[in-house]
């Protein structure tokens, strides 16, 4: 299977507040292991022999995906990490010349 065909699909199902993970990609599978998720065992695709998709069904409260959260800067750190990128992208100008 070539990368352009490993997806995954995120489906939440409002009414019964469950979302389902389906992936080709393997690094997925071990993230949903990690996690902790029940895999339904009756949901795996197989293609050869071997299987190529597996399905995950997640209670909504125990979902979690993506990025953490970022933090709230305030406004005084905002200012500070603003001109220490202008001093290091001034730094970075130097050393290029």
Known sequence: MIA???ETVLRWD??????VVWS??????????????????AKRWKQGG?????QWSVPLGEFSWG???RTV??????AELVEQG????????LSDA
């Open 4 to 6: 352009a065909e490993r």
């Open 86 to 93: 202008k001093r290091l992208a001034g730094l970075s100008k």
């Open 14 to 19: 409002r009414e019964k507040d469950i979302v």
């Open 50 to 54: 071997k299987v190529v998709g597996r």
């Open 24 to 41: 080709a990609d393997r690094t997925v599978w071990t993230r949903c292991r990690r996690y902790g998720w029940a895999e339904d065992q």
């Open 67 to 69: 990025r953490k959260r």
């Open 73 to 78: 800067v305030s406004e005084q750190r905002r």
